[in-house]
């Protein structure tokens, strides 16, 4: 156990520093290109930039100097702070994901970063970012404290698997189909907009509007750029991001590893897991791919509530390595779809938007009948959303499947359901359906999964089925206030099912 007070080594002040830089390294640049038409304007900007630099690695010393750790009965202690001192106490019980990792400046030094993630708290402010391995892990170790009834049953669920990893086609095969091109394209538009200025008032506008014929041309050849340029970053934004990509599980962990320039290492506890997601995207569907991903509680990471778990999978790879890696959650499921009465809501949700556009642009003089022929393939798309909804359960797991653009199953151990809401609208209620929802402890407000236009009979055996894990006493108590409020209270319950 670690109990003296530690300072993290002195580069953590420089990444410090280039952190705050790359936040605002499009303001960097804008506060040059503005001010830089002229000499003596160029002078003055590199200058201002200067300065902000140098206030910057000034404000890394003193965060490297004010932030100091320790380990304590079984507590991650952290002092830190400039301005305002702050004191942050992390039980052991509370942690959720262990998380470390390397940059390219790190690596250089060979130190690691190490994030402790945890219910409600920023990751942000429970990184030490940067010590030496060995001393990652003994921090890690000296973390893993757990209660008497913990260990008993990490003990009885022990389990060796093998480890996997990512071969570069299924890597370059898993970049071409992310899907993840909406993200890029955002991320362009931001550039875009944030340079528009700056690009009016130089000779490249002028010369982009005399090389084209038209203004419809220069737009239809800017959207092109765009998607090329999405599909390209969104390809190498894969790529950096899983490459090497390698998970094992050692007894009750399971641990991650990731990364081309910055190495990331994550530990997940089983007993921590709430719901596993079986991801099939838009563009992997047809070939029979998709992504693994599990949802841990707590979990307060920057990418959201759901960690990726393995980023391509065979369909036929799925089981095998659920047995190998979560033999848990390797069960069969016997689920329902909604009544066939329900098929044309999922139509009629999609088709009411084209009318309407339709309508919008006939008002307005423009010739919108052609939208009328995305009308099949819009009821296609409800038909296919009708197809792929469905729920049900075995006897200590629930299943649910839907699709929005992607299709997802998720499987949710019956022990770590937070709460089930069914809702229904006044069209629902004449046609006898409702909406599931289930809800598990994830990130801050917990990650919530919905199947749609169910009917109501689901509203008799689902509640029935988890009720059944409590005592009489209980069970009667929360099947009142479950049949009055048509909602599940926020667990209370939860210790208890544990």
């Not at 304007?41 to 750790?69: A, E, N, P, Q």
């Not at 992504?291 to 999978?313: C, I, K, N």
């Not at 790879?317 to 044309?344: Q, Y």
């Not at 108590?477 to 544990?498: S, T």
Request: hydrophobic share 45%; charged share 20%.
């Amino acid at each position: 156990m670690m109990f003296e007070a530690r300072r993290q080594h002195p580069v953590a002040a420089l990444t410090s520093s280039l952190k705050v830089v790359r936040e605002h390294i499009i303001k960097i640049i804008l506060i040059y290109l503005v001010g830089g038409q002229q000499s003596q304007s160029t002078f003055f900007s590199l200058t201002g930039i200067g300065i902000l630099l140098g206030v910057l690695l000034l404000w890394g010393i003193l965060s490297w100097f004010r932030f100091t750790y320790r380990v304590e009965e079984g507590s991650l202690k952290i002092e830190y702070g400039v301005l305002v001192h702050k004191k942050l106490d992390i039980p052991s019980q509370r942690i959720q994901v262990i998380d470390v990792s390397s940059g390219i400046i790190q690596r250089i030094f060979g130190l690691v970063s190490l994030k402790v993630q945890t219910a409600g708290q920023s990751s942000e402010e429970t990184e030490i970012s940067a010590i030496t391995r060995d001393e990652a892990d003994r921090i890690q170790n000296d973390l893993r404290v757990d209660t008497e009834v913990e260990k008993g049953s990490q003990e009885e669920s022990s389990f060796e698997g093998s480890s996997r990893k990512m071969s570069l086609k299924r890597l370059v095969t898993a970049g071409l189909t992310s899907g993840s091109i909406g993200v890029a394209l955002s991320i362009i538009g931001t550039i875009l907009s944030q340079l528009n200025d700056v690009l009016a008032e130089t000779r490249i506008y002028e010369q982009m509007t005399n090389y084209f014929e038209s203004v419809a041309g220069m737009l239809i050849t800017l959207v092109i750029l765009m998607l090329l340029g999405g599909l390209l970053l969104a390809f190498l934004g894969t790529l950096i991001r899983y490459a090497d990509f390698s998970i094992k599980r050692k007894n009750d962990e399971l641990v991650i590893s990731r990364g081309l320039f910055e190495r990331k290492q994550m530990t997940i506890p089983l007993n921590r897991i709430q719901s596993i997601r079986l991801v099939e995207g838009i563009l992997r569907q047809p070939f029979g791919l998709l992504s693994l991903q599990v949802d841990s509680a707590g979990y307060a990471g920057e990418e959201g509530t759901s960690t990726e778990l393995f980023p391509l999978l065979k369909r036929s790879e799925v089981e095998p390595f659920i047995r190998d890696m979560l033999p848990e959650f390797d069960v069969k499921a016997k689920t329902d779809m909604p009544p066939l009465r329900a098929s044309r809501r999922f139509i009629i949700v999609l088709a009411v938007p084209v009318l309407l556009g339709v309508a919008a642009l006939t008002y307005y003089g423009v010739a919108g009948y052609w939208v009328f022929g995305l009308l099949p393939v819009v009821a296609g798309w409800g038909w296919l959303r009708y197809l792929d909804t469905a729920i049900g359960c075995s006897e200590e797991m629930a299943v649910m499947r839907y699709r929005r653009l992607s299709r997802t199953t998720v499987m949710i151990p019956r022990k770590r359901i937070q709460r089930i809401t069914f809702e229904q609208n006044p069209l629902q209620k004449r046609g006898n359906v409702s909406d599931v929802i289930l809800t598990v402890a994830s990130g801050r407000t917990g990650a919530s999964f919905q199947v749609q236009h169910m009917d109501q009979s689901v509203e008799d055996w689902l509640p029935t089925w988890l009720f059944n894990r409590l005592g009489l006493e209980n069970r009667s108590l929360y099947e009142k206030q479950f049949r009055n409020r048509k909602v599940l209270p926020n667990f209370a319950v939860y210790d208890q099912m544990e």
